[in-house]
């Protein structure tokens, strides 16, 4: 009984362990695993208007332009948003993923789907520093009636 036991365990840590490895394999440096986890952050972030929070994970040429939208967030509600699957190049040095932000204008009252790509890059030199290329543009004009 006792040797069944031991047997047991030793079973099931190889089989963990071996987990572990396949994981590892597949994503060595972790990069999809902290992009996913960072994509989860910045869009969490949008969905509660806290656009200069956000910032932090937007491209440092767009973030002036980014930043520009806090006013515009002020009579926006996020009330969800759906993720899809992160598409990665072939080195993992890019991904997009579309989003669906269900959303109102505190202005007009009426909640609509909106889709908007976020454009992803691993900052050259940071093992898994990674930026968005925005659409908030796209967010705030589908909400107010304006034209893009």
Not at 98 to 120: C, D, F, G, P
Request: proline share 3%.
């Amino acid at each position: 009984m006792k040797g069944s036991i031991i047997l047991g365990c030793a079973l099931t840590l190889a089989f963990a362990l071996q987990l572990g490895c396949a994981a590892t394999l597949s994503d060595p440096d972790g990069r999809e695993n902290s992009l996913e986890e960072i994509q989860r952050k910045y869009t969490q972030l949008i969905r509660w208007g806290e656009i200069e929070r956000a910032s932090v994970f937007v491209d440092p040429t767009q973030r002036e332009g980014f930043l520009s939208y806090t006013d515009a967030f002020e009579s926006i509600r996020i009330t969800d948003f759906d993720t899809g699957e992160l598409a990665f190049d072939e080195e993992a040095e890019t991904a997009t993923v579309e989003v669906t932000y269900h959303a109102y204008s505190l202005i007009t009252m009426l909640e609509k789907k909106i889709r908007a790509n976020q454009e992803w890059y691993r900052e050259e030199g940071l093992e898994n520093s990674w930026r968005v290329q925005p659409e908030l543009e796209g967010i705030v004009h589908a909400l107010h009636g304006e034209p893009r």
